[in-house]
């Protein structure tokens, strides 16, 4: 359908041209009043360019209205462009589409007005108004639908963009890199340092669950991009710390394992010893608090030379049959923590006092002195404390 179609005379379309920039005044101010959004917004430049593209998109009707074929109307790529980067600008901007919107709506019917009135004056036929009034709506939705698009990609592209920024965050902190690269990297990621952090391995399919729980501060990084030992499908957690309480509290009965809480920049500090623990123990059953397991491991620090100490120390052991051996191992450790108490120790053992005493006697003539002095003491307590890694997997 073209302007002949439309029965428009050449008369009214030079009218409806002339009359664009009272129309775009007039549809701006309209959407200033209407549209609380944009209420305060409609000043100075900012509403001369305003002014400038709703011609730019009434133009662009008349110009597509004169070139119509059969039912519809197709603006022309400029203005779909430019429909498309404003609701590009509305997502960036922070708002939802419905501000952008109402203001078309409110658009559509302050330029009809303004062009119905012009038909009337020159006696358009009622049909051919009716035509036309179909057309604008028509094109108003054709834009309503380029910006919800442009919009859309926005949050899709901005979203991506934003996890990339706090993916590669969480990689620093894991890395340990300098606090002031990690400062701009917390920049790009639009993310505010908390005090502290604690680092948090769980299984991957864990992680979805809980990010909504640990809120948006927490940051995540699949496990398969920093080394935890481990053939596991994992994922670690940075979890701001305010509490013990508030980092354990949402992983209560989930298999995980928890660093201690370091300042924000060192959080590697805090997967280095998660890391620790999940190497020798796996994730378990439940969630494994690493200040829980210090003294384990202090002790399984440096597995060989835990193996060194307990040759040494435990050598007079070595002349006895394996199970003999243990027992008298068990015995020691036991008398050692309890202090000599020889019914502490029994009750411990789940064996008799007489029992304990014997074993007692033969572990004085294997070590001598050595049970007497404090620095051997310290050796066996030490040694019997915690098992070698290959010991713990056995057992």
Do not use: K
């Amino acid at each position: 359908m073209d302007a002949q179609d439309l029965g428009l005379s050449p008369a009214v379309g030079d009218a409806l041209r002339a009359g664009l920039p009272e129309v775009a005044a007039a549809t701006v101010g309209a959407i200033a009043v209407e549209v609380p959004e944009y209420a305060g917004q409609m000043t100075g430049a900012f509403r001369t360019n305003v002014e400038g593209a709703v011609q730019l998109a009434l133009g662009g009707f008349l110009r597509a209205a004169e070139e119509a074929r059969g039912g519809g109307i197709v603006p022309l790529p400029p203005v779909i462009d430019a429909a498309y980067s404003l609701g590009r600008g509305e997502a960036r901007s922070g708002r939802t589409m419905s501000a952008l919107l109402a203001a078309y709506r409110v658009g559509a019917r302050v330029s009809w007005q303004g062009w119905g009135a012009t038909c009337v004056e020159h006696d358009v036929p009622a049909a051919t108004v009716a035509r036309l009034a179909e057309l604008v709506f028509s094109y108003i939705d054709a834009l309503s639908a380029a910006s919800v698009t442009g919009h859309s990609d926005q949050l899709a592209t901005s979203g991506r963009v934003r996890e990339q920024y706090r993916e590669r965050l969480a990689l620093g902190l894991v890395e340990g890199q300098p606090e002031e690269r990690l400062l701009v990297l917390a920049e790009r990621a639009e993310w505010e340092p908390p005090p502290s952090l604690a680092a948090v391995v769980v299984a991957t399919s864990e992680a979805r669950t809980l990010a909504p729980v640990l809120g948006p501060a927490a940051l995540a990084l699949p496990g398969d991009v920093v080394d935890l030992g481990v053939d596991a499908d994992l994922a670690v957690l940075l979890v701001p710390a305010p509490s013990r309480r508030a980092v354990l509290q949402p992983l209560r009965g989930i298999p995980s394992v928890v660093g201690p809480t370091r300042p924000w920049s060192s959080a590697s500090a805090s997967l280095a010893r998660a890391r620790r623990q999940l190497v020798r123990h796996g994730l378990g059953r439940d969630v494994a608090d690493t200040d829980d397991r210090l003294v384990e491991l202090v002790l399984t620090a440096d597995d060989d030379a835990l193996a060194d100490l307990r040759a040494r120390a435990l050598a007079p052991l070595s002349d006895q049959r394996p199970d003999t051996a243990e027992r008298l191992a068990e015995t020691l450790r036991s008398w050692l923590l309890h202090q000599g108490r020889r019914e502490a120790v029994a009750a411990h053992l789940h064996v008799h006092p007489q029992t304990v005493r014997y074993r007692m006697t033969q572990l004085r003539e294997l070590f001598g002195e050595a049970l007497a002095d404090p620095e051997r003491v310290l050796e066996l307590t030490v040694a019997l404390g915690a098992q070698p890694a290959a010991a713990a997997a056995r057992s």
